[in-house]
C-alpha cells in the first residue's frame, strides 16, 4: 500500500499561484498513474488533472486547462500541480491519488490509494 502526502496548500489571492506537491513512499511510484482532485464545501470530489506513468500523457479538466500543470518526477517519487491565475472558485480540499495502471484514467472510482488533503483558499 503506497502513502501520499500532499503539500503546497495555503491562502493566495485572486490571480496568484501556487504549487502543490505530493510525496509517494510504499510502493514503486513508476507504477502509477497520478492524479489530482479537489472537494470544495458541499461538493463531490472532482477531477482535476491527471498525469501517465512515463509523464508522457496529461489530462486535464476542462476548468483547469491553460491554468494548472501536473508533471512528475520519477526519481524523487513526487508529483506536482502548479496552479496558476487562480480564482475564489478554485477554494477546496485538494489530493493526490494513486492509479495502479498503464492508461490514465479520469475517474474517482479507479484510484485506490489517496493523500490527506491539502486545504487551497483563493481570496477575492
Known amino acids: 500500500q503506497v502513502q501520499l502526502v500532499e503539500s503546497g496548500g495555503g491562502l493566495v489571492q485572486a490571480g496568484g499561484s501556487l504549487r502543490l506537491s505530493c510525496a509517494v513512499s510504499?510502493?514503486?511510484?513508476?507504477?502509477?498513474?497520478m492524479g489530482w482532485f479537489r472537494q470544495a464545501p458541499g461538493k463531490e470530489r472532482e477531477f482535476v488533472a491527471g498525469?501517465?506513468?512515463?509523464?508522457?500523457?496529461?489530462v486535464y479538466a476542462d476548468n483547469a486547462k491553460g491554468r494548472f500543470t501536473i508533471s512528475r518526477d520519477n526519481t524523487k517519487n513526487t508529483v506536482y500541480l502548479q496552479m496558476n491565475s487562480l480564482k475564489p472558485e478554485d477554494t477546496a480540499i485538494y489530493y493526490c491519488?494513486?492509479?495502479?495502471?498503464?492508461?490514465?484514467?479520469?475517474?474517482?472510482?479507479?484510484?485506490?490509494?489517496w493523500g490527506q488533503g491539502t486545504q487551497v483558499t483563493v481570496s477575492s
Open positions: 498525469i501517465s506513468r512515463s509523464a508522457g500523457r496529461t
Open positions: 510504499g510502493g514503486t511510484f513508476s507504477n502509477y498513474a
Open positions: 491519488a494513486a492509479d495502479w495502471t498503464i492508461s490514465l484514467r479520469t475517474s474517482i472510482n479507479y484510484y485506490d490509494n
